[in-house]
């Protein structure tokens, strides 16, 4: 195995076994509510749960073929739209929405 090959599996598998997690462990969770322990073991467990899901639901929903670059879209995606969530959050604009 390459050099190459190694890198790669290693930075593959954090971009899909950890990123999306640890994106929407702090959605769910606050900054301050849990460790980085908890928080890395969260991380793993929920992404090991939207992954799949998120790339099967899209299957089965709009007939997308499960392929690298689809399954790495998706992950992105979910990616990015735990981000907005968490920008939205401590942003003033969703303190001027809800009235405050």
Known sequence: MS???VLRMFFGGLFVLFLPG?????VFFAKKNIDWIERAALSFGI????????VFWLNWL????????????T?????????????????????DAAGK
Do not use: D, M, Q
């Open 75 to 95: 992950v992105f995606g979910l990616i990015l739209i735990a981000g907005v969530c968490i920008f939205i959050r401590k942003s003033s604009w969703s303190k």
């Open 3 to 5: 050099v190459l090959e």
């Open 62 to 73: 709009f007939h997308t073929k499960i392929t690298l670059l689809n399954t790495s879209l």
């Open 47 to 54: 992404s090991i749960a939207l992954v799949p899901l998120a």
């Open 22 to 26: 640890f994106a929407w462990s702090y």
